[in-house]
C-alpha cells in the first residue's frame, strides 16, 4: 500500500495527521487516490445520512457590496456590475415560492449591503420565521460586529455562513484588501459558533496563489473549529477582477477535498456547490458521490439570478428557478439519492 492509500484509511479512521502529510497527500494524489477517498467518503454519507440530499433555496438578496476582495466579481471596485437589491417583499415571495416547492431552509446571501442594516436584517429574519415556523434560515451576508450577530440570533436566524476563505493569514493578505483580516474572520466565525449559530466555514479550491500547504492548513484549522458546514467550491476567475487572467481551480482538486473533508467530518453539511456544477457538467452530482450531501439551488428572481455573478457563466442563471429545481431532483435521483424536504439540520447529539 502506498502513503496515499494510508493516510487516506488514517483519516477514515478518525485520525489527525500533521499538516506535511496532508500537504504531500493533496499534491501527489493519483486517480486510484481519489477513487479511494471518494467511496470511503460516500460510504460515510451513506451511514450518516442515508440516500439523502438536502436541498437549500438560496436567495441573494443584493449584488452591492463595501467590500472589495480580488476574486469576487460583486466587489465594490467592479463598476461594471449591474447592482441590485431585494425589497422585503421580495424575500418573502421568494420564500413563499421556495416552501410551495417544499423547501424548509432558506439562505439569505449577498454582498455587504450598507443598506441592510441590523433593523432590516432583523426584520426579514422575523418575518420570513414568523410566515414560515418549520423553516431554518440562514445568513450568509459576511462580516459583522458581535453584536449584530446576536441580533441576528434573537432575530431568529438558525445558521450562518462565513467561509474562512484561507487559513494562511499571508494568503489572506494576497486575496483580500488590506483593511479585511484574517483575524477578524476569524472572530467572526468564533463569534457565530459562541451564539449558537450552525456555522459554516470553507473555501475556494484553486484560488490564486494556494499552495497544498495552504489547503493543508485549510484541514487542519476546521479540524480544530469543527464546523456544522463547509463550503467549498472550485474558483473561478471573474473577468472585471484582478484575477481575471488566473486558472480556475480543478474538478478533480475539488472533489477529492470533498472527499477528505467529509472523512475527517462525518456529519458535517457539506454542499456540492453550484461553482462544482459550473465547472463540469454534472458536477455537482459528482460532488454528492463524492461525499457531499447538500445541493443550494437558486430561488432568487430571474434578473437577480443573472447579475449576482460572483464568476462568470454561473449554472443557472438562465431558465426558469422552477425548471432548474426539477432539473436538479431528477439529477439527483438520476444518480439514486433522494432530495430532502426536511430542514436538515446538524445532528448535534453525540457530536464527532
Ligand atoms: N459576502 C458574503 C457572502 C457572499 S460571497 C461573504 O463574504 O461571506 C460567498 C462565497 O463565494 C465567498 O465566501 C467565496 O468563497 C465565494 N466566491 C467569491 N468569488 C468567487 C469566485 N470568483 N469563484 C468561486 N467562488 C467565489
Request: glycine share 8%.
Amino acid at each position: 500500500m502506498n502513503g496515499n492509500q494510508a493516510r487516506i484509511l488514517a483519516l477514515a479512521r478518525g485520525e489527525r495527521l500533521p499538516r506535511e502529510e496532508l500537504a504531500r497527500l493533496i499534491a501527489t494524489r493519483s486517480p486510484e487516490d481519489c477513487e479511494t477517498a471518494a467511496s470511503l467518503a460516500r460510504e460515510t454519507a451513506l451511514r450518516e445520512f442515508g440516500r439523502k440530499v438536502y436541498f437549500r433555496g438560496l436567495i441573494e438578496f443584493t449584488n452591492y457590496c463595501r467590500n472589495d476582495c480580488l476574486y469576487c466579481g460583486i466587489r465594490r471596485s467592479n463598476r461594471a456590475a449591474l447592482r441590485y437589491r431585494l425589497s422585503e417583499e421580495e424575500i418573502l415571495l421568494c420564500c413563499r415560492w421556495g416552501h410551495e416547492q417544499g423547501l424548509r431552509t432558506f439562505v439569505l446571501q449577498g454582498g455587504e449591503d450598507p443598506y441592510f442594516t441590523d433593523e432590516r436584517v432583523v426584520s426579514i429574519v422575523r418575518a420570513v420565521k414568523a410566515a414560515y415556523p418549520d423553516c431554518a434560515v440562514t445568513l450568509s451576508i459576511g462580516e459583522k460586529p458581535y453584536e449584530s450577530y446576536a441580533r441576528f440570533r434573537e432575530a431568529g436566524a438558525d445558521r450562518y455562513l462565513l467561509r474562512h476563505e484561507t487559513a494562511s493569514p499571508a494568503h489572506y493578505g494576497k486575496l483580500h484588501p488590506p483593511e479585511m483580516s484574517f483575524e477578524n474572520r476569524v472572530r467572526c466565525l468564533h463569534d457565530l459558533i459562541a451564539l449558537g449559530f450552525q456555522t459554516g466555514c470553507g473555501m475556494m479550491v484553486g484560488a490564486p496563489f494556494q499552495t497544498p500547504e495552504n489547503l493543508a492548513e485549510d484541514l487542519l484549522f476546521m479540524q480544530d473549529l469543527k464546523p456544522q458546514m463547509i463550503g467549498m467550491g472550485p474558483f473561478l476567475p471573474h473577468k472585471d477582477t484582478p484575477f481575471r487572467d488566473e486558472p480556475a481551480g480543478t474538478a478533480e482538486d475539488t472533489l477529492f477535498l470533498l472527499s477528505i473533508v467529509r472523512l475527517m467530518h462525518p456529519r458535517v453539511l457539506l454542499p456540492a456547490t453550484t461553482a462544482l456544477g459550473t465547472l463540469l457538467p454534472g458536477g455537482r452530482e459528482r460532488g454528492i458521490l463524492a461525499g457531499a450531501n447538500v445541493v443550494m439551488p437558486n430561488i432568487s428572481p430571474d434578473e437577480a439570478r443573472a447579475r449576482y455573478q460572483l464568476y462568470n457563466n454561473k449554472l443557472g442563471t438562465a431558465g426558469a428557478a422552477a425548471d432548474n429545481l426539477a432539473a436538479l431532483r431528477e439529477s439527483i435521483r438520476a444518480i439514486g439519492y433522494e432530495p430532502d424536504p426536511g430542514r436538515g439540520d446538524y445532528r448535534w447529539e453525540d457530536k464527532q
